[in-house]
């Protein structure tokens, strides 16, 4: 395995938690002369040559993002980090903030210079405890060193971070959501347009970004942003955290370029498949459809190559599964996933997700029929670009791609009912004609 | 939900109009307003559950979906939160298999956890769900027993049926007027809305998430307002019902009258809806300029007691009227014809005669819904025909020797202060009901009720909205105020147009107006501001 450079991780297992050692280590050299003296527009510039793209999941590029933000709308703009981290599989910014807060806050006061923003929120899963007390404590030694508050560094830039804890709802992690939760109400994605760019946390121009993508500007601004850039696949620079667990000998958070081949990313970082033969990969979380052994050889992990194989990169969460499971059980634990954190809102979602759910239950405990798995597939037609935000697809695109990569796992566990060809209704059976 | 939620923008008669294309033909569309309307003011129907024309858009239902051409290709859209901008591309289930299918989806997911118990609810005939079914859905179930139903309820309330199945909350009480069957709620949000942003008192809520969601108030909290009664009508399936009219009729047997409710000035346009001789509830009708879609529960319960305690009629040839002055009162629901009525009735009389109209009742302040807080309905209508406010006659009450009122319960509405008028010899009381004026009177003579007889009034914003007569009258020999008070004055108003045409003869604003020009939402006045 070739050394690759760290961008987010570089300071992994090194106490960097402390501020002193974080600064040993070349941290906080962003925030002088230099980043001050640098205009909104020339720092966006910066972000965009450097093609960063949101690491939160839509591969949005960050600077784009930026861009979008209205300058002189007379509200304050805020900038929300998203630590919400639900998606299935994914576990990256969760030791980003524990091994390396002071990193997200390097980040976040150079976002706060590029937006003009006084004000940031830290919107982090409230389960994360041992991660919420290691920002709080960076937060006291950023402030008492005089990075955060009034007048940083003598200049006259404010700039106030906060962490709100969140109550744990996984559609909390799609940004309209996150902002209603943020402002105290029932978390559940607003109707779009407008976007939160031009109103979002009460009223005012926000941005939502995630964990890893703050992180990777102290670095950026740092190196040149063609530097970064280089690193990755034309369209999307630099390196990407990436969650592999499953059926890995090591599983766990490895920082590789974009554009790593997935069984470089399986074999050399995570140490192989155990406990069988490679049957599949999620490769972007659990909401994504899986990948194939023989796909998964060929695939490589960035935007462009993953959904050129109909799916995505996502958090770039990668699951491996071997060949001792079979996936309509996987499927099952996703519908319960689901089906549970539906926001409720869209009918579709709303009924849909349970609706699948409990017909996987009933396949699962070997009650399925024939038909099952067409009907589900016909529901999942349902579903597309229906609603306000993705959770139903997030549900309808495993079931359709499960159902139609692994067909025969499903068979299997239909085969189990006795009575599985039964017909729906009985053949003579006929509504009464009452007019 | 988000607070964030915007009114819908209405098509008025001076939108502007802009070219859209319909399934790839040009239509000419309101421009300021949003596709569902838009379509609708060129007749294209689209289904849809959670969208109301006078609640904040929440586009939750995904019922409405219409495919809209753009930078992307074709997307599924909804009509109710699309703005309607120039040169836009639509296509409807009319040419869009897609739309067709997303609805039929939509529709198929809506009933998954809906009981359908519909022979025994009190909505079906008029439930959204159903004509939408008519409309988009008709498919054929294609679920089976096992995948069974997870109703929607509050944990507490549910309880497992006969059959084995968890079943949500049924008949729960949420407050003194308005029950609530979980089950057949479909998370509309429409009450809750209704609530919010209409009353302006937040006591629904959706509790829950995902197919376990379900509507409540807060804990120990009661749905008590003056409004309540509305979130039945909002409710587009049986969940919200109201426990006057629950189990009372099919509403498919319902005939319904169109009129204006005579106990406030803003005169909110209301739904007789009547069946055998009786009726069975009031509904609001909808008037963007007056009441919207919302009425006040007195309003709505006032019906309770039309028929009750009434006046029989009684034939007079010629009322015992002595020399002195006469005070010729009219009661707030006296319509512009019984005002047309008692003018005629006052010349007959001569110089003596005065008129006075209004009532004892204090006049209170508007409420911004339905109410204007004014108990006198027709005061606009008293001013423009040139009656003086009943508080001058009760200045000079001792002048007057006669006392005519007419559905004018002055010793009902304030004893204190209409004991003096006690002193009056004569006193002829007009009434629909056995009321206390008409229990002191020398002669009381029965007349029909405002529910009973066809009118108009001008209503505090000065639009004069027409009343219809609902066939509910409990005796055929009483006749309209204005029929009796002609009679008497000699030249007996055989119809409301007659004695509407009266009317415009006393009243210049009315000038060049028919009875039967006037539209059901109404006409502005000249002069008015509403």
Redesign the interface.
């Known amino acids: 395995m070739a050394e690759v450079v760290k961008v987010c991780t570089q300071n992994f297992g090194k106490g960097a938690q402390d501020i002193e050692v974080y600064k040993k280590l070349g941290g906080y050299a962003n925030i002088s002369e230099r980043l001050f003296n640098m205009s909104q527009f020339e720092l966006i510039d910066y972000v965009q040559r450097s093609n960063l793209r949101g690491r939160g999941g839509a591969g949005f590029p960050t600077g784009m993002k930026w861009s979008f933000v209205p300058r002189n709308s007379g509200k304050p703009v805020y900038i929300v980090v998203n630590a919400d981290e639900g998606e299935g599989g994914t576990f990256k910014d969760h030791f980003l903030m524990m091994e390396d807060p002071h990193r997200l806050i390097e980040g976040l006061i150079i976002a706060a210079w590029a937006l003009g923003s006084r004000a940031a929120y830290i919107y982090c899963r409230g389960e994360f405890l041992p991660c919420i007390e290691s920002i709080n404590k960076a937060l006291n030694q950023a402030y008492a060193a005089g990075y955060l508050g009034e007048n940083i560094m003598g200049t006259k830039f404010c700039f106030d971070i906060f962490v709100h804890r969140g109550a744990g709802?996984y559609?909390c992690g799609e940004e309209t959501a996150l902002i209603?939760s943020l402002e105290g109400?029932?978390g559940?994605p607003?109707?779009k347009p407008p976007f939160p760019a031009v109103s979002g946390a009460w009223?005012s121009p926000t941005c939502v970004n995630n964990v890893e993508t703050i992180m990777a500007l102290p670095w950026i601004l740092q190196h040149d942003p063609s530097e970064y850039a280089k690193m990755g696949t034309p369209r999307a620079g630099g390196t990407k955290v990436f969650c592999i667990s499953g059926d890995v000998k090591n599983p766990g958070v490895y920082e590789a370029p974009l554009g790593t081949p997935m069984m470089t990313m399986i074999n050399e970082y995570a140490g192989g498949v155990v406990g069988g033969k490679l049957k599949a990969v999620l490769p972007g979380g659990s909401s994504c459809a899986p990948l194939t052994a023989e796909e998964a050889a060929v695939a490589t992990m960035d935007y462009e190559c993953l959904a050129s194989m109909k799916t995505m990169f996502g958090s770039g969460a990668m699951i491996v599964i071997n060949d001792t499971h079979n996936m309509v059980d996987l499927l099952n634990c996703l519908g319960n996933f689901y089906?549970?954190?539906?926001?409720?809102?869209?009918?579709?979602c709303?009924?849909?997700?349970?609706?699948l759910h409990?017909?996987l239950n009933?396949i699962v405990a070997g009650?399925g029929?024939d038909g099952d798995v067409e009907?589900m597939q016909?529901?999942c037609?349902?579903f597309?670009?229906?609603?306000?935000c993705p959770l139903s697809i997030s549900l309808g695109g495993p079931v359709s791609s499960y159902t139609a990569k692994f067909r025969a796992d499903f068979d299997e566990y239909i085969a189990k009912n006795p009575d599985h060809a039964k017909p729906?209704v009985q053949e003579t059976y006929r509504p009464g004609i009452f007019w | 939900?988000?607070?964030?939620?915007n009114m819908p923008k209405l098509p008025t008669e001076n939108s502007p109009k802009v070219e859209i294309f319909v399934d790839d033909k040009p239509v000419m569309v309101p421009g300021d307003t949003n596709l569902l309307e838009a379509l609708k003011a060129v007749g294209i129907e689209t289904p849809h559950?959670c969208y109301h024309p006078f609640l904040p858009?929440?586009?939750?239902?995904?019922?409405c979906?219409v495919e809209q051409e753009g930078p992307r290709g074709r997307?599924?859209v909804i009509a109710c939160?699309t703005p309607v901008a120039p040169g836009m591309k639509i296509y409807t289930p009319a040419s869009s298999a897609r739309v067709k299918?997303?609805r039929k989806?939509?529709q198929?997911?809506?009933l998954?956890?809906h009981p359908l118990d519909c022979p025994i609810c009190d909505k079906a005939g008029e439930c959204t769900l159903q004509e939408n079914y008519m409309e988009a859905g008709q498919n054929e179930s294609?679920?089976?027993p096992?995948?069974?139903k997870?109703y929607h309820g509050n944990p507490e309330h549910q309880f497992i049926d006969a059959k084995g199945q968890v079943r949500g909350g049924k008949h729960v009480d949420l407050g003194p007027r308005v029950l609530l069957d979980e089950e057949r709620c479909?998370?509309c949000d429409r009450c809750v809305r209704f609530m919010r942003s209409i009353a302006g008192s937040e006591q629904l809520q959706?509790a829950?998430?995902?197919?376990?969601?379900y509507i409540t108030t807060f804990p120990g909290e009661k749905l008590d307002h003056e409004y309540d009664l509305c979130v039945t009508d909002v409710c587009p399936v049986g969940a919200m019902t109201a426990k006057y009219f629950r189990f009372q009729k099919r509403v498919w047997l319902l005939s319904h009258t169109p009129t204006i409710s005579m106990d406030d000035s803003l005169g909110a346009n209301i739904w007789l809806d009547h069946a055998d001789g009786h009726i069975y509830r009031v509904m609001p009708r909808c008037n963007p300029e007056v009441n919207r879609s919302w009425l006040s529960n007195t309003s709505r319960l006032a019906f309770q007691n039309f028929d009750k305690n009434r006046l029989p009629a009684i034939d007079v040839e010629s009322l015992p009227i002595g020399k002195g002055k006469i005070a010729l009162v009219a009661g707030g629901s006296c319509t512009m014809e019984d005002l047309a009525a008692l003018r005629m009735f006052k010349e007959s009389l001569g110089d003596g005669a005065e008129l006075f109209g209004g009532s004892l009742l204090k006049v209170g302040a508007p409420d911004g819904i339905a109410k204007s807080g004014d108990p006198v309905a027709n005061r606009s209508g008293m001013k423009l025909m040139g009656f003086a406010d009943v508080s001058e006659f009760m200045k000079r009450a001792s002048e007057f020797e006669t006392l005519v009122t007419v559905n004018a319960d002055l010793f009902g509405e304030d004893a204190a202060v209409a004991k003096d008028l006690e002193k009056i010899n004569c006193r002829i009381a007009l009434s629909a009901f056995d009321d206390a004026t008409a229990r002191k009177a020398t002669i009381a003579i029965g007349v029909r009720h405002w529910s009973e007889v066809q009118g108009t009034m001008v209503n505090s914003l000065n639009i004069i909205q027409k009343l219809n007569a609902c066939p509910v009258c409990p005796d055929e020999n009483l006749e309209a105020a204005y029929e009796v008070i002609s009679e008497l004055a000699g030249n007996k108003l055989e119809s409301a147009s007659a004695a509407f045409a009266k009317a415009t003869e006393y009243a210049s604003a009315l000038a060049g107006l028919t009875y039967d020009s006037i539209k059901s939402t109404g006409k502005l006045l000249e002069g008015g501001n509403a």
């Open positions: 709802a559609i209603n109400q029932k559940q607003r109707l009223k089906s549970h954190e539906s926001c409720g809102q869209c009918t579709p709303r009924e849909g997700t349970g609706l409990r017909m009933l009650k029929h009907l016909s529901l037609g349902g597309g670009g229906v609603t306000i729906r | 939900m988000s607070n964030y939620y559950v858009v929440s586009g939750n239902c995904r019922q979906l997307m599924l939160y299918n997303a989806a939509t198929e997911f809506m998954v956890n294609r679920m089976r096992e995948y069974g997870n479909v998370q959706l829950g998430r995902a197919d376990h969601t």
